[in-house]
Nanobody, 124 residues
Framework: QVQLVESGGGLVQAGGSLRLSCTAS????????MAWFRQAPGKEREFVAG????????SYADSVKGRFTISSDNAKNTVYLQMNSLKPEDTAVYYC?????????????????WGQGTQVTVSS
């Protein structure tokens, strides 16, 4: 059984930083793309960042480029999302996802396993 467990969310002031972690079990972590999505109240879920199966390629939503960094540690079966210069509009529940293939896609349909989500709240 594949499980993804996120951690690291919380409340932070605008301009601050947080690091989210997602640890996977039940799957060969390094064989699939991983990604972070987020969903704010009243809005659709959106792609935030993705990383390829070997960690050699990353992609980001335009809204987070230059502020967020996705990385992976295959030995620990963990993917991270370092979030800097946070803004109130980054407030959302952040979800970790494990892909159906080896390269990240922008659509949630490209992922078949999801974590339970972790809340990130950025105050102004």
């Amino acid at each position: 059984q594949v499980q993804l467990v996120e951690s690291g969310g919380g409340l932070v002031q605008a301009g601050g930083s947080l690091r989210l972690s997602c640890t996977a079990s039940g799957r060969t972590f390094s064989s699939y793309a991983m990604a972070w999505f987020r969903q704010a109240p009243g809005k659709e879920r959106e792609f935030v960042a993705g990383i390829s199966w070997r960690g050699t390629s990353t992609s980001y939503a335009d809204s987070v480029k230059g502020r967020f960094t996705i990385s992976s540690d295959n030995a620990k079966n963990t993917v991270y999302l370092q979030m800097n210069s946070l803004k109130p509009e980054d407030t959302a529940v952040y979800y970790c996802a494990s892909g159906r293939g080896t390269w990240p896609t922008l659509s949630g349909n490209g992922y078949n396993y999801w974590g339970q989500g972790t809340q990130v709240t950025v105050s102004s």
